[in-house]
C-alpha cells in the first residue's frame, strides 16, 4: 500500500514526555529500571532487556490483521503503520530487523491476564482504565477517533446526526473500543451486533444484518476507499468525550519491559518518526464530518 495523494488531517500524535519520567509507577511495573532511559542502551539495550528470547524482540498481533496498519496479513514485511511502527520500535531499542519475532495472538486473548506469547502486542488496542488493570501500556503511538460506515442504499446513509443513527441496527467488533462508542456514545435503541472480526463485520454489513458498522477511523478510510464494502460510505466520526483515544502497545502486567518500549515510542515521536509513518501508511481520501 502506498501513500494516497490526498491525505485526511490525522489525530496529533501524543505529545512528547521526557524519557527521565517514561517510567511506569512501581505499582505497574516493580521491576522496570528507572532512571533517565535511552533506549538502545544501559538498561534499554538487547543484552539487558528481558524479553522471552535473548535478543530476541516478539512483538504480537491477531490473525488476520488489516490495512492500513498491516499488509497482506504480513505483520514481519514492515508495511502498514503498526508493523513499520514495532520496526522502527525494535530498531531504537538496538534490534536489528532480524531480531525482531511475531506471535499470533487474538484480540481479546492478548489483553487477558496471564503469561504472554510476546513481549509486546501492536493491535490497535486503545488505552482504557480497566485494560490496565490486566495489562500493562507502552506511551501512546498514535490518536483516533471512531467512525461509522454503511452502504449507500442503506437508510442510515441520510443519516447527519449521533441521535438519527439510534434506531438503526449497529454492529462492531467484540471487546473493541468501536463497540464501546457504539454502545455508549450512539446508545442505539437496539442492542449493538457483535463480531468476532471486522471482517465478519464487514459481512454482516454487505449482507444488511445491520445498517451501520462502527470502527476506527483509518480503517474506515481503508474499506470505503479499497471497496472492501461495496458502495460502503462514511457517516461521520464519533468524538471520545475528555481526554482523546489512544493506541498503545499491550504488554504483561508489570513487565520489565514497559518503560523501556514507552522511551522508544517516546524518542520516535519527538523526532517526528511516527508523524511520518502515520502519513505514509494512514492516508485517507478526504474529510469525515464529526457526528454530534
Excluded: H
Amino acid at each position: 500500500m502506498s501513500a494516497r495523494s490526498s491525505r485526511f488531517v490525522l489525530p496529533a500524535i501524543a505529545a512528547v514526555l521526557v524519557l527521565g519520567a517514561c517510567a511506569p509507577e512501581p505499582s505497574s511495573s516493580p521491576t522496570a529500571p528507572t532512571g533517565a532511559l535511552t533506549p538502545g542502551q544501559g538498561a534499554c539495550s538487547p543484552s539487558q532487556l528481558k524479553t522471552l528470547k535473548p535478543n530476541t524482540f516478539t512483538f504480537g498481533t491477531d490473525e488476520p490483521v488489516y490495512e492500513p496498519w498491516f499488509v497482506s496479513d504480513t505483520p514481519s514485511n514492515g508495511q502498514g503503520y503498526e508493523s513499520a511502527v514495532a520496526y522502527a520500535i525494535g530498531a531504537k531499542l538496538g534490534y536489528a530487523r532480524n531480531q525482531i519475532a511475531w506471535a499470533r495472538v487474538t484480540f481479546n486473548a492478548a489483553i487477558q491476564p496471564g503469561s504472554k506469547t510476546y513481549d509486546a502486542d501492536l493491535d490497535e488496542f486503545s488505552i482504557t482504565e480497566d485494560r490496565k488493570k490486566a495489562v500493562d501500556f507502552s506511551s501512546p503511538y498514535y490518536d483516533v477517533t471512531q467512525a461509522v460506515i454503511t452502504v449507500s442504499s442503506s437508510p442510515a446513509a441520510s443519516a447527519k446526526s449521533i441521535a438519527a443513527l439510534r434506531s438503526f441496527k449497529i454492529g462492531a467488533q467484540v471487546g473493541s473500543t468501536s463497540y464501546d462508542a457504539a454502545a455508549q456514545v450512539i446508545k442505539p435503541t437496539q442492542q449493538v451486533a457483535v463480531y468476532n472480526s471486522n471482517d465478519d463485520a464487514k459481512q454482516a454489513l454487505s449482507n444488511g444484518q445491520i445498517q451501520a458498522l462502527v470502527v476506527d477511523l483509518p480503517t474506515a478510510f481503508e474499506i470505503t476507499g479499497a471497496g472492501e464494502v461495496k458502495n460502503s460510505v462514511i457517516i461521520g466520526q464519533l468524538l471520545s468525550p475528555g481526554k482523546p483515544e489512544q493506541f498503545g502497545a499491550v504488554l504483561d502486567k508489570g513487565s520489565p519491559l514497559t518503560a523501556c518500549v514507552s522511551a522508544a515510542i517516546n524518542k520516535l515521536s519527538s523526532e517526528g518518526t511516527l508523524d511520518k509513518l502515520a502519513n505514509q501508511w494512514l492516508s485517507g481520501v478526504g474529510k469525515a464530518p464529526v457526528l454530534k
